[in-house]
């Protein structure tokens, strides 16, 4: 089994809506690729690939809100797969950690994945009301694909190596994941802390369920042990020139 990261552009943004400090700031949008023996997983899914036209109606909405992308055609979630020499066609599961565009954006590439996504945030995506609160874009993730629907913590192939921990808060369903192979122990942290400066400030942003939040986070930091590395939802420390995580690298 191998875990990939792989980075779908980057967000550029006032530092304070990503959790950090000082001016504007440039972060990437990973997601993260699973060969197991039983399939392919991906671990969230990047941006659609619509966002590469800064005039796309999406696109246009997120700059009303000083959020934009860069994004090019080597960044896709396509790409990415096709230099792993992985066809889209045969990627069994998408584990979604939350709803959001830059997790569910790319799930129209990967047409015959089941999506694994916990309860509330299936939920919460279809509600109107909690959608607009939370962000939550239909156009994404309404796509016709299977569903799978867990409470909870789950072993995604049953032998203890892929496994979904609840992280709600971000998102009412929010999730992360635990990955244990010969790479060493990794919990991908997704949206549950942007970065890790967001362990001791604890800088949430406004919309998010921050009691929900502070519970996921020290409830995923207890389950460290002295080899786990923690990969957090969009830090530029752990993916820039000096990466923390350059053996996860496409
Ligand atoms: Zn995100």
Same mark, same amino acid.
């Given at each position: 089994m191998r875990l990939f990261g792989c980075v779908c552009g980057q967000f550029h943004s006032p530092a304070q809506g990503m959790g950090?400090?000082?001016g504007r700031v440039e972060v990437p949008v990973p997601f993260y690729v699973i060969e197991h023996p039983d399939g392919v997983a991906l671990f969230d899914c990047g941006l659609h $690939?619509? @966002?590469?036209?800064?005039?796309d109606s999406y696109r246009r909405r997120l700059r009303r809100q000083d959020l934009d992308v860069s994004f090019g055609?080597?960044?896709t979630v396509t790409r990415h797969l096709e230099r792993l020499d992985i066809?889209? $066609?045969? %990627?069994?599961y998408v584990v979604l950690s939350h709803l959001h565009f830059d997790h569910a954006g790319g799930l129209h590439q990967v047409p015959n994945a089941t999506l694994v996504v916990q309860r509330q945030e299936w939920a919460a995506g279809f509600d109107e009301q909690m959608a607009g609160r939370y962000f @939550?874009?239909?156009?994404?993730?309404?796509?016709?694909h299977a569903v799978q629907i867990i409470d909870?913590?789950?072993?995604? /192939?049953?032998?203890? !190596?892929v496994t979904c921990i609840p992280s709600f808060g971000?998102?009412?369903g929010h999730q992360s994941l635990r990955v244990c192979s010969a790479q060493g122990d990794h919990i991908? %942290?997704?949206? $549950?802390?942007? =970065? !890790?400066?967001v362990v001791k400030s604890? =800088? /949430? &942003?406004?919309?998010?369920?921050h009691a929900a939040m502070n519970r996921s986070l020290d409830g995923l930091l207890a @389950?460290?042990? &002295?080899r786990t590395v923690m990969i957090f939802g969009h830090d530029p420390d752990q993916w820039?020139?000096? $990466?923390? @995580?350059p053996s996860l690298r496409t």
């Open positions: 950090m400090t000082g $690939a619509a @966002l590469e036209d800064p005039e055609p080597e960044d066809d889209p $066609a045969r %990627v069994r @939550l874009p239909k156009r994404f993730f309404d796509l016709g909870g913590e789950h072993d995604l /192939f049953g032998d203890g !190596s971000h998102t009412p991908l %942290v997704s949206d $549950a802390c942007y =970065n !890790s400066q604890r =800088n /949430f &942003p406004d919309y998010s369920d @389950l460290r042990g &002295p820039g020139e000096k $990466a923390l @995580l």
